[in-house]
């Protein structure tokens, strides 16, 4: 063997996250692709490729740091921008498509929202 046991635990943890990130977002753009309405698309989407990114920056940002000794703060931040604003983008981009009217998927069982919209739909006439 060529490393130490911490070198081996690292480029472990470096190839799970990379694989795990790859796999979110394989897994949320077969998600686009098969699902049948605005907002469950929206949802894969919007999680996968939140975890998917946050995956492979977190394993480039460890590899830089095993490597080569380098903190990367540009990765560190470009985490917490992805974690914190694509969540947002995702709840405000199905709440516009709400409000404008887009159906929802003729099988979804429950509509929690209508009464409450229509409520302030009306109050605001």
């Given at each position: 063997?060529n490393?130490?046991?911490?070198?081996?635990?690292?480029d472990?943890?470096?190839c799970?996250?990379?694989l795990?990130?790859?796999?979110f977002?394989?897994?949320g753009s077969?998600g686009?692709?098969?699902?049948?309405?605005?907002y469950?698309?929206?949802?894969?989407a919007?999680?996968s490729?939140?975890?998917g990114?946050?995956?492979?920056?977190?394993?480039?940002?460890?590899?830089?740091y095993v490597e080569h000794g380098?903190?990367?703060?540009?990765?560190?931040?470009g985490i917490?921008?992805i974690?914190?604003?694509a969540?947002?983008?995702?709840?405000?981009?199905?709440r516009a498509?709400?409000?404008?009217?887009?159906?929802l998927w003729d099988?979804?069982?429950?509509n929690?929202?209508?009464?409450v919209?229509?409520q302030t739909?009306?109050?605001?006439k």
């Amino acid at each position: 063997m060529n490393g130490t046991w911490i070198s081996i635990i690292f480029d472990l943890l470096i190839c799970i996250s990379l694989l795990l990130g790859t796999f979110f977002l394989i897994s949320g753009s077969l998600g686009v692709l098969r699902f049948p309405d605005v907002y469950t698309r929206l949802h894969a989407a919007t999680k996968s490729s939140t975890l998917g990114v946050a995956g492979i920056l977190i394993g480039a940002f460890l590899f830089m740091y095993v490597e080569h000794g380098v903190v990367s703060g540009k990765l560190l931040l470009g985490i917490f921008f992805i974690l914190l604003t694509a969540p947002v983008s995702g709840h405000m981009i199905g709440r516009a498509a709400y409000r404008s009217g887009v159906q929802l998927w003729d099988k979804s069982i429950n509509n929690e929202h209508k009464d409450v919209y229509q409520q302030t739909k009306e109050t605001s006439k």
